[in-house]
Each structure stands twice: as structure tokens, then as C-alpha cells.
């Protein structure tokens, strides 16, 4: 012991009475019952073989069951009787074949009988994985405890009194309040004076004391560090028996009287200061440092835990985000499914969040933002009759400046998280307030900081007395919110957890706790003269999760486009030729990607496996995406042909916008081709490697959700004017010069048109660093890391690779250590684009690759694009804010303009980004080792763009462009689609696409728009079928707000900056005619309602 804590009385005070208490605690059990005798089986197939308390088990990644029989003893009648496993692993206990509830280091029993009858038989059965709450393996599991217990019930009662008490003096004393500390451990010291315990008889006092160490109910909060266990000899002691005799209980009673006595009458003294507002949680990581499977087995334990709490505690409430989770409950416990409806039905329990899961708050793009909405509301109104209230993200790293406008347009008016405490430099200033989104929609926000234990909190003084001291918004409400329950790995509130809840409610010197729902937390809000938080709420914290696992980030960013396309195409067969609508499968897929946006999966902090298995359903769903976008557009395409040619198909667009004909296709190896559309024009083209070419043309257009339709034969092309110039040191278009050195960097890109210089100095570079975070291996980045790296040199020249006529590619290759990068710049013909595809072989720990590009821009912000819109940063390091967003998200692209003159950095998959003056960087690969050891390790396939442009990103046709690189033109080989308009076309101020979907619920149709650069106008949406009805919905498709429809086909569509619109269309019934051929023409008709009305009929727009 230290002479510090020698020489404070206070701290002297609390040892003795943690030893008091800890002794007091060894009676906690009137008696105890061991179940020697157990059966255990490693498999649904396995035989069963016998295992004894105290024996080990074999460790294995699935699920062991284990079970033991036991008799009540006749002399427990009229006892409770609970039962206490430790079986070396998490455990799903069920009693006498029902489910009660989970097992872990943390929750070792369970109640099994109110009052016994004696002689029952208990048949306990156990799932259980050698792992642990935050899946560390157990690789020698044993079954250190396994009984049956009659619980002292006084004992533990005034045990949990006088804890309580303990634990909220040291407190007290630790915030400077001395005097109610003092009293308090006086009352504490008197309470314990008048105790009698036996002592007399040692063998018994042995058994008593060395049972309790065992059990350490109470060393694990008090440092009884003189434990009967940790000795050398490794004593054993007889099981104890006998309780407390009737004048020592009396003793007891009298003790606990003149203690609660005591404390009632300092209540005057010391009220209560404040209020918190309790909500009983359970935070379950889908996935994490465990695999999916395990989430599912780890929910069912924590919600049988719940519902076990809610018939012994009826003042618990509870609530759970998340519909992903009771999806997998409906699957696999529908017994256990039921008994949460009915809890949310009285009220008991409340449904949070209104997602599908709770995702990733900064890489989803807009429209998988609306699907988790729409996915996890629409669930949770069909399995409970309500809906989510509250936007439940507590542990998401970051919030997209948009999210509030998709909140209230799913019905939620209320946001929490708990992530923003976490800034590393800067305090989030507010911690109830307005959050205003970049549209101006705003949502009630609130967060609350327990410096202990976060969003898991156990209710102990320290974390309620922290909670409300830290609470900046006390001066414009007298309560914070406050979620109690062991969480991340799950497990929820526990009973020691609500037994201090009884006596912390009312307790001098603390806030007052109430419990209750947390929309009705917000509900008493007053919502007058809060402050207001405007766009995104970026997190200083966690920013490597941009970039870590890079596969997966980008299989998800191209599932989130297949899936948009797949619906556009069905849409359009469902729409022009009464193709069946694949509504289930789309749904199948959509809940693969929204699972896989988990702010653990998404963001790269979660183990090996779970990679492995989101990479096989990401890729598996692509492909499946890919089958039902082909199979539409086959459909729609199935009753036109063309005149006999060596192959044919149809290029689609399924974007709201006209493109030009860029593309490759498919064509047999060695042969010389000639391409025209089905009108007789001749498209440009270029055979690259293998058996495909490349199509451009400046005078063909895919019009907006059309097709163009060509054919190969085989004969010479037609020369190309004004080709693209290519040699081993320079690509040239009409556009763009770009010069490359010698060692292959980039030394010039020259902008013809508007005569002037694109980049800086040494242009685009590729930087390796040492990557190695104080903490959060892959989860961080430290503002250091540019301390520590390397710029990688080509040791060899610039090779040409492709030298026109449409496109020019140079190859450069780069190696370190086991490390190599092949990067292709390619430019074609009619672009303003500089393409970088890299191919990269990445091997080595804790390294991280960059790309930085040196800009001849002078500007003082970069714009980036976010979820339906864009977002500005500064791009200078003048503050403290400024120099902690040194790596920022971004999606599609970023931008540093000038009035007149910008360039803009596109991608087709990265996300972290940085700008310092002139100087944009793009994250591209990382390899921590934790919880990963082998992140990314391997073969990467990615590319980034160099976009200069004249004005800024607004009118320079950045958003296009991006998306043009992330959603090329789609190719149906062997099929044939007519010329002519669209189905639907915008004119005016552009908005964007975001999809194009059957209705949920009817056969209506749904165009979802937004805009994308926050301006503000009108558009007009022309259909080439007649719209009998039209209407603004939010984002769960309801609450219609009528459209006028002008000529049958017209609609007028005002708009404010980076608004989202959607719109139900009821089309006139339709029927797809056979196609007509002229000459080489196509012509598709369609019927309606008794009169002809051809796709080509109407005007151009």
C-alpha cells in the first residue's frame, strides 16, 4: 500500500468497508447443490458422452451442447431456487427445455424456481461456443461451475443496499463532495457494526469465504485482492453449509431499517440534482470480432435475457435497434419472437432506429440510405404495428449531412448517437440540439457522455453522477438520456443493474433516474432556443475505416449501383412489355447489401471471416444483380432483330439522362469488324486485348433509359478523322496534352481548350507510409503518418499500350519490396478524362498507399460528394477543426475549382480523401493487423480519374461524369432494341437519378430524383406514356401530395437545393406490340387504352 493511500483517511475508509462488504457477500447462498454429473455432444450428430463440473472440453468455432439433471432437495421447500454455470464460453440456458436467457463471464445465473416443491427434477441444457462476449477463443474451455443455489434473499438484498452506497460515497468523494461522502460511510460503517456474522466455527467461515472468492461476486468492482484462490497451495474447502441463525437475520433486518432510515433523512439535505432518463439497451455488433452466425446465437441469448428481466422487473424498459436482428429472431425463435411482440405492444420494449441495421454513417450513398429506411420501417409496421421514432446510431463513426432529411421523410423526428463524444481534438460542441441538414430539414439530436462506459453503461454512481456533470445542455433541460446493459457483444441489462436502479432513483447527492422510452425522452424536449448543428457531423476519429478492406468497399459501391440498374431495367419490362416484376429477389439483395453496410463491416474493423463471407455475398449478389438487369433488358428487347450480321446486341442506358456511345463489347478474336447502329451508322471502334472493342462516337446518343442496338460485320472500318496521338512519353486528345518523365510520373497535363496547366510541380504521385495508429489499428489514422513515408519511382520507362484510334494508354509500373503496382493511364479520344486503372499486388503489415496530385488551382475549399448532394471543407489547417479533418470521406469525387476553371478527382471505389492549399490525396490501400491480420493482402483491381474542367464542379459537369465512370453503358449481347425516345426524359435544370422501382405495395411506378449541387428551380419530367395520376411521396412511399399532370404526360417539378423527390406515377395500362420492321428500322409500339401510341411518336426532348 501506498504512503498516499495510507495518509487519506477517505480512501483508507473504502478498503476496510470493500472487505466488510466482500465478507457479508460469502452468505449470499442459504445453500448450493452441485451438478457433478453432465452429458456434453460437439454436434447436432455427435454422440453424447458424460463431463463433470470442473472438466474440460474440446474447442471447437461451433456451438457444443451441454446438459446436466439435478433434483431440488426436499428441505428446499417453499425456497426460490437459481441456478450458476460457468461452462467456458458464451451459453444459450434453457430450464426444464425453455429458453431463459444467455451465460457469460458477466451473467453467470438464473433464476429456476419462485418456491420449490423439493424433489423436482431441473433439466438444464446449454448451446455453447468457447468463445467470449468479444470473441476471444477459449482454447482449454472448462466447466467451472455448475449448481444449484437458494439464494439469500435478505442478505443479498442488503448487500446490494450497502454496494450501492459504497459505490456512490467514493463517488461523491471524487467530486469533491466530502460531507455527503462522509455520511454516507458513516451510516456504511454502522451498518456494518451492527451485523453479526458466525465466525466462530472456522472450517465453516473457510467454506463461506472460499466460495465467494470462486464465485468473486463483488472482487471484480472492490480489489479483494487477499482471495482464499489465489494462494500457492491452491486450498480446497468443503462446500459450505448452514445459514445465518434467527437472532443474526434479526441482527440484519435492524442493520438495513436504521441504514435506508439514514439515508432517507439526508435526502432533504442532499436532493437530488437533475434527472436521467433511463432506457435499459443492448448494443449488438452484426458483426465484429465474431462472424454473423455468432450474432444471431448472441441476440436470441440477450433478448431471453430481457424478456426473463421483464417478469421480474416490470419497471424495465428496453429498447432495440436494428430490423436485421428481428428478422433473424423471427427465423430461428419464433417463441421467443412472439414474447417481443407482446412487449412491444404494452410498451415495455421499444423499437429504435428505423434500419434495416445500423449502418455505416459516411459511405452509403443516398439511395441505400432510403432502403434502410424503408426496408427496416416497412418491417417493423408489418411484425409490430409501429414504427421507429428515434434514429438510433450510437456507435456510427460520422453522420452524412443529408441524413436529416431522410430521417423526417421516413417518419422519424429524432436522432442519437453517442460517437461524437469520441473527437479526438475538438469537443463536439452541443449535446441537445437541432440538426440541421444541407437541404435545411432538421431532427431533434441528442447525445449524452458517460466517460466510463459509453452506451453500455451498468449503472453505477460514478456514470450516472458523470453523465448529468457532463450534460452541456443543462441550463435548457433539467434531464439527459442515460442506455444501461452490457452491449457491443450483447448481453443487455442485467439484474444487479436494475437492483441499483431501485436504490440509485432517489439517492442524495445523485441526479433522480427515471425510466422510460427514449421517444418520450424526446418528446419532453423544449424545443425553443436550442442550438443548431448545420450539415455533416464528421467524427475526429476512426478515419482510416474510408478506406480498410478495400474489396469489400468496392464490391458494395458496385452492388449499390447494380441494384439501382437491375430495378431500372425490370421497371422498364414490368412498364413497357407486362414482364413479372422480381420483386422478391431484388428484396434479397437488397437486404445482402444493407447487412453488409453494419458500421462494422462496411467500415473494414471486423475480423477475417466476416470479409470472407461479405465478399461472397456481395459477389454473389452482383452477379445475381447482373442476371436480372440482362434478363429485363433481354425481355424488352425479345421481339426485335436485325438483319444478319456476325453478332449484334444493344448498348442500354439506365441512367434519367442522354449519354454518348462509349462502351466495349464483346467480339470473336482476329477478326476485322465494322460496326453501325440499325439505322446504318457507322460507330467508331477500336479492338483492344482479347475479344472485345471499344465504341465512341461524338454524333450517336443512348438516350435516357434507351438503347441503341449495333451490329458487327465483318469488313474494314471506316478511318477515324482527328484520331488520338499516343507515344511512349505523351497521350493527346482534342482536349487534353498529357506528358509523362522518364521514370513514368506524370509531368504535364495541358488543357488545350481553356490554355492552361492542370497540375503543379511533380503532378500525380504515389506514396507509401508507415501506418501504424496509437490505437484502432483499423479503425485509425494518425495525423503523423505523413511523418513516415516513401514516394514510390518507376524504375523502368513508360511502355505504350494502346495507341488509338478512340483511346491511348501508357503502363507504368512501380515496385517495393513485395509490393507491385501496374498503373494504365488511358485517355480516350472524345474525353476530358485521364484514367488511372491500377493493378496492384499488396503485400506487408501496417503500410498504407496514396495517390497525391498537385493541382495549378488556388482555392480555399474542396467540395465533395456525399449522400444526394455534396458537401465543402476547407482545405487549409488555420483551426483546430481544419487540422483534424487532415482525412475526410467522400464518395464519387472531389473537387478544387476556381470561378472559371476546376479539376475534379473521380473514382470507382475509394472513399478517403484529403486536401491541404492545392494538394488533393486519395487513400487507395492500408494493411492493418487488428482485427484482420491479413486486410487486403493480395491482388487489387481500381481506378481514379484526372477531370479538369471549365467553371466549377456545379456546371462542369462533375457529378455526370462521375457516375458515368461508376455506371458504364450496359451491353445485351444478341439482342436488339428500337431507336426513339425514352420512357421518361428531364428538361430543364438537371436533377439527378436516384432509381426507378415498382412500387412497394401496388403496381404504381416510382422516380426517385434528387439534386445533386444544391441549386434551386424547376424541371419538367416527360413520359411517352400517359400518366393518369402523379404524386409526391416520402421516402416509405406514402402521404401523397398530388401533381398536376399536364398533357397526360408532363409533370413540373420544383426543387430546392439537394432536395429528394420522389414520385408515384400510375401509368395508363399498357400492352408491348409486336415490333414492325422497315428496311433496318425498328419500330417498337405500345398500346393504350384503345389508341396507338409509338415510343417514336412523341417529341424529341
Known amino acids: 500500500m501506498s504512503a498516499e493511500i495510507r495518509r487519506d483517511a477517505f480512501r483508507q475508509s473504502f478498503m476496510r468497508l470493500a472487505n466488510r462488504l466482500a465478507e457479508l457477500s460469502a452468505w449470499n447462498d442459504r445453500a448450493r447443490l452441485s451438478l457433478s454429473q453432465g452429458e456434453i455432444r460437439l454436434g447436432p450428430d455427435a454422440p453424447w458422452n458424460r463431463i463433470n463440473e470442473g472438466e474440460f472440453w474440446t474447442a471447437q468455432d461451433s456451438p457444443v451442447e451441454i446438459r446436466f439433471t439435478g433434483t431440488v432437495p426436499a428441505n428446499w421447500a417453499g425456497l426460490p431456487v437459481h441456478c450458476r454455470f460457468q461452462f467456458g464460453g458464451e451459453a444459450l440456458l434453457s430450464i426444464n427445455d425453455k429458453p431463459v436467457g444467455g451465460l457469460n463471464t458477466l451473467q453467470t445465473e438464473h433464476p429456476v424456481l419462485t418456491k420449490a416443491q423439493g424433489d423436482e427434477t431441473i433439466r438444464v441444457r446449454a448451446e455453447v461456443v468457447s468463445h467470449g462476449l468479444f470473441g476471444t477463443p477459449n482454447s482449454r474451455p472448462q466447466i467451472e461451475i455448475a449448481c444449484l443455489v437458494v439464494p439469500d434473499t435478505e442478505v443479498r438484498a442488503l448487500c446490494q443496499d450497502l454496494v450501492t452506497c459504497l459505490d456512490a460515497a467514493r463517488y461523491l468523494h471524487s467530486a469533491g463532495r466530502d460531507s455527503i461522502a462522509g455520511l454516507l460511510l458513516d451510516y456504511l460503517q454502522n451498518a456494518f457494526s451492527a451485523i453479526d456474522l458466525p465466525r466462530h466455527n472456522t472450517e465453516e467461515y473457510l467454506a463461506r469465504i472460499a466460495a465467494s472468492s470462486t464465485t468473486r461476486a463483488y472482487e471484480t468492482f472492490y480489489g479483494n485482492q487477499e482471495s482464499l484462490a489465489s494462494l500457492w497451495e491452491d486450498w480446497h474447502f468443503r462446500l459450505p453449509s448452514g445459514t445465518l441463525g434467527a437472532e443474526q437475520y434479526e441482527r440484519l433486518r435492524v442493520a438495513r431499517k436504521a441504514f435506508n432510515r439514514n439515508l432517507d433523512l439526508i435526502r432533504e439535505k442532499y436532493p437530488a440534482e437533475g434527472q436521467l432518463w433511463l432506457t435499459g439497451h443492448a448494443h449488438i455488433d452484426l458483426a465484429w470480432l465474431w462472424p454473423l452466425d455468432e450474432t444471431r446465437r448472441k441476440a436470441r441469448r440477450t433478448f431471453h435475457n430481457v424478456i426473463s428481466l421483464m417478469e421480474r422487473y416490470p419497471e424495465l424498459r428496453f ?4 430490423a436485421q436482428l428481428y428478422a433473424w429472431i423471427e427465423q430461428n425463435d419464433q417463441s421467443l419472437f412472439e414474447k417481443i411482440r407482446q412487449r412491444v405492444s404494452d410498451g415495455s420494449w421499444e423499437i429504435v432506429g428505423g434500419m434495416w441495421v445500423e449502418p455505416d454513417g459516411n459511405l452509403p450513398a443516398g439511395e441505400s440510405w432510403v432502403r434502410q429506411l424503408l426496408f427496416g420501417q416497412k418491417y417493423f409496421e408489418t411484425r409490430f404495428g409501429k414504427r421507429a421514432r428515434v434514429a438510433w446510431l450510437p456507435d456510427s463513426f460520422g453522420f452524412t449531412g443529408n441524413l436529416p432529411q431522410l430521417l423526417k421523410s421516413a417518419g422519424i423526428p429524432y436522432f442519437f448517437t453517442h460517437k461524437l463524444t469520441w473527437n479526438e481534438r475538438n469537443q463536439f460542441p ?143 419490362a414490368f412498364v413497357l412489355n407486362q414482364q413479372p416484376y422480381p420483386n422478391e429477389q431484388l428484396h434479397r439483395l437488397w437486404e445482402v447489401l444493407l447487412l453488409n453496410e453494419f458500421h462494422d463491416i462496411l467500415p473494414g474493423s471486423s475480423i477475417h471471416s466476416v470479409y470472407q463471407t461479405a465478399h461472397i455475398q456481395l459477389s454473389a449478389s452482383l452477379e445475381e444483380s447482373a442476371r436480372l438487369r440482362t434478363a429485363a433488358l433481354a425481355g424488352i428487347c425479345s421481339q426485335a432483330s436485325l438483319p444478319p450480321a456476325e453478332s449484334q446486341g444493344s448498348i442500354w442506358n439506365l441512367d434519367l439522362f442522354d449519354r454518348l456511345l462509349v462502351g466495349e463489347i464483346p467480339v470473336d478474336a482476329g477478326r476485322e469488324f465494322q460496326l453501325l447502329t440499325i439505322d446504318g451508322r457507322e460507330v467508331p471502334s477500336q479492338r483492344l486485348d482479347g475479344n472485345r472493342i471499344l465504341l465512341e462516337s461524338e454524333s450517336i446518343t443512348v438516350p435516357a433509359w434507351g438503347a441503341v442496338s449495333v451490329a458487327a460485320f465483318e469488313r474494314p472500318r471506316t478511318a477515324i478523322p482527328a484520331p488520338l496521338m499516343a507515344t511512349t512519353r505523351e497521350l493527346e486528345n482534342r482536349y487534353l496534352r498529357v506528358r509523362f518523365r522518364e521514370d513514368g510520373g506524370l509531368a504535364s497535363i495541358y488543357d488545350k481548350e481553356s490554355g492552361r496547366e492542370v497540375i503543379a510541380g511533380r503532378g500525380h504521385q504515389l506514396w507509401l507510409y508507415t501506418d501504424l495508429p496509437r490505437q484502432f489499428d483499423a479503425w485509425d489514422i494518425d495525423s503523423t503518418y505523413l511523418e513516415e513515408g516513401v514516394e514510390l519511382v518507376s ?34 479520344r472524345l474525353s476530358r478524362t485521364l484514367e488511372i486503372h491500377n493493378s496492384v499486388h499488396w503485400s506487408g503489415r501496417r503500410r498504407m498507399l496514396r495517390a497525391i496530385i498537385p493541382l495549378e488551382i488556388r482555392t480555399h475549399e474542396m467540395w465533395a460528394e456525399t449522400a444526394f448532394g455534396a458537401v465543402a471543407r476547407l482545405n487549409n489547417r488555420n483551426t483546430p477543426w481544419d487540422q483534424a479533418r487532415f482525412e475526410v470521406p467522400a464518395h464519387g469525387w ?87 425516345d425514352s420512357l421518361f426524359q428531364l428538361r430543364g435544370d438537371p436533377l439527378e437519378l436516384s432509381c426507378f422501382k415498382r412500387m412497394e405495395d401496388t403496381d404504381d411506378v416510382l422516380v426517385r430524383l434528387y439534386e445533386p449541387q444544391g441549386d434551386r428551380g424547376c424541371c419538367i419530367l416527360q413520359s411517352a406514356l400517359d400518366i393518369e395520376k402523379a404524386a409526391i411521396v416520402n421516402i416509405l412511399e406514402e402521404h401523397s401530395e398530388e401533381l398536376k399532370v399536364e398533357d397526360r404526360r408532363r409533370l413540373t417539378l420544383p426543387f430546392t437545393p439537394f432536395q429528394v423527390i420522389s414520385v408515384r406515377l400510375s401509368l395508363a395500362r399498357r400492352r408491348l406490340r409486336p415490333a414492325r420492321v422497315s428496311g433496318s428500322l425498328i419500330a417498337l409500339g405500345v398500346e393504350q387504352r384503345g389508341s396507338a401510341a409509338s415510343l417514336m411518336a412523341g417529341p424529341r426532348i
Open 319 to 322: 429498447n432495440q435497434s436494428s
Open 430 to 572: 452541443y449535446d441537445l440540439y437541432w440538426w440541421e441538414g444541407i437541404d435545411g430539414s432538421r431532427v431533434l439530436a441528442h447525445s449524452f457522455n458517460n466517460p466510463e462506459t459509453g452506451y453500455n453503461a451498468r449503472l453505477t454512481a460514478q456514470e450516472v453522477g458523470e453523465t448529468w456533470r457532463n450534460f452541456e445542455a443543462k441550463r435548457r433541460h433539467d434531464c439527459t438520456l442515460l442506455a444501461f446493459g452490457y452491449g457491443d457483444g450483447g448481453g443487455g441489462p442485467s439484474s444487479d443493474m436494475l437492483e441499483r436502479f431501485a436504490r440509485l432513483k432517489e439517492f442524495p447527492g445523485l441526479p433522480r433516474l427515471q425510466m422510460g422510452s427514449v421517444a418520450e425522452f424526446y418528446e419532453r424536449v423544449p424545443q425553443e432556443n436550442l442550438p443548431i448543428w448545420v450539415g455533416e457531423q464528421y467524427l475526429e476519429c476512426h478515419r482510416a475505416t474510408y478506406t480498410t478492406q478495400a474489396r469489400v468497399k468496392s464490391l458494395h459501391r458496385q452492388l449499390e449501383h447494380a441494384l439501382v440498374e437491375s430495378e431500372t431495367a425490370a421497371t422498364l
Open 795 to 828: 524504375s523502368s520507362s513508360p511502355v505504350l499500350t494502346e495507341s488509338g484510334p478512340l483511346r491511348g494508354s501508357l503502363r507504368v509500373a512501380y515496385r517495393h519490396d513485395a509490393i507491385e503496382i501496374v498503373q494504365t493511364y488511358r485517355l480516350r
Open 894 to 980: 472531389v473537387d478544387l475549382s476556381e470561378p472559371s476553371y476546376g479539376v475534379s478527382v473521380l473514382n470507382n471505389g475509394k472513399y478517403g480523401h484529403s486536401a491541404n492549399g492545392n494538394i488533393l490525396g486519395i487513400s487507395l490501400l492500408r494493411s492493418p493487423i487488428y482485427p484482420d491480420p491479413y486486410a487486403d493482402e493480395g491482388d487489387h483491381e481500381f481506378l481514379y480519374a484526372i477531370y479538369p474542367h471549365r467553371g466549377t464542379w456545379r456546371n462542369g459537369g462533375t457529378v455526370r461524369a462521375a457516375k458515368e465512370l461508376n455506371r458504364p453503358l450496359r451491353y445485351i449481347a444478341g439482342r436488339s432494341a428500337p431507336p426513339g
